[in-house]
């Protein structure tokens, strides 16, 4: 088929704002003509590709709030439980996934339904990837032991652009900035700008939340996540191969359970670390998503999931009819 013709629909927003919740009901609806809710049983019109940067890991189950089994019976879905715990996963690999795997969602008469809140991983198919240089673990130990805001200023100094763009406290972003210039000489702004979106044709909905109600979805699932078996996930997880070293290892949740299982912080100071750096993460993720142009944006704040998903169905509708 032509990618180019590929109509695609992307669902982002920070975590916890209700995002895979709303997938389901979309992916059940989509198509299904209004007052015919009950035709929402028969399988789904849409099949979604994950963009949550953890969902790939197999096993990072209540860390992630990874949609169950369950809730996807009759949903296929794509890129989840696809890389082993020890494994390792980029935005160039989610990228060649993606456009493998839409057009034969396409070929299936289906809508391909991109949905997370993976900025690198929605970065690199909606503003596309750069051919910049490699990694280099020697100089990245060199930034170890560094503060995060004597790395910010230098960056400031080296490319500002790259600095206006990038949270003050994003350090693996400000690492890998730094890095590409190290490497190349050529500021990481100026390698963005040679790249390539994917050609795909997106319709891209946005979903974001009043502050007060977020905070409260983001405390209300770490609760859930302690209650329902984060710290045997871990310990699980720990005796089958993930270690410190490993990608999935970053995911948030996991450092601060490992403090908690060797006895250096309390359950409750896990718990409140969990609840900062999840809310931490959300802040910056919605500052990425405001950068992005021809956004459809829906405040979910009080809604349920179906009301949602109605207003982005009808938003899709008219794109379509917009095409004709």
């Known amino acids: 088929m032509d990618e180019a013709a590929a109509r695609v629909l992307v669902l982002f927003g920070p975590t916890a704002v209700g995002k895979t919740a709303v997938s389901l009901e979309v992916a059940r609806r989509l198509g299904i003509p209004p007052g015919h809710a009950a035709a929402a049983e028969r399988s789904a019109h849409a099949e979604v590709i994950s963009a949550d940067s953890r969902a790939f890991f197999r096993g990072l189950d209540v860390v992630t709030d990874k949609p169950t089994h369950e809730e996807r ?17 980029d935005a160039m690999a989610f990228r060649a996934d993606a456009e493998r795997i ?6 299936r008469g289906r809508v391909p339904l991109i949905v997370g809140g993976g900025t690198l991983y929605l970065g690199a198919l909606l503003r596309g990837l750069f051919e910049g240089p490699g990694s280099d673990a020697a100089f990245r130990a060199t930034l170890a032991d560094r503060s995060l805001e004597e790395l910010y200023e230098e960056l400031r100094g080296v490319d500002p652009q790259a600095a206006g763009s990038i949270h003050p406290n994003d350090r693996l972003r400000i690492e890998r900035a730094l890095e590409v210039y190290r490497l190349s000489g050529r500021p990481i702004s100026a390698w963005q700008a040679e790249a390539v979106p994917s050609s795909f044709q997106f319709v891209v909905i946005g979903l974001e939340r009043e502050r007060a109600e977020h905070r409260r979805a983001i405390a209300d699932r770490v609760r859930w996540m302690i209650e329902n078996g984060l710290v045997e996930e871990f310990e699980r997880l720990s005796a089958t191969g993930l270690t410190p070293d490993c990608q999935a290892y970053r995911t948030i949740g996991i450092p601060e359970t490992a403090a908690y299982v060797s006895g250096s912080i309390t359950l409750e100071e896990m718990e409140m670390r969990i609840v900062s750096r999840t809310w931490q993460l959300a802040r910056r993720q919605s500052a990425w998503f405001r950068q992005e ?3 459809g944006w829906i405040d979910v704040t009080g809604r349920d999931a179906a009301s949602v998903a109605q207003d982005i169905i009808e938003q899709w509708n008219r794109t379509s009819e917009g095409e004709r």
């Open 73 to 89: 019976e009759g949903i296929p879905h794509h890129l989840i439980d696809c890389v082993p715990i020890d494994g390792a996963y």
């Open 102 to 107: 839409v057009p034969e969602i396409v070929e």
């Open 293 to 295: 142009k021809h956004v």
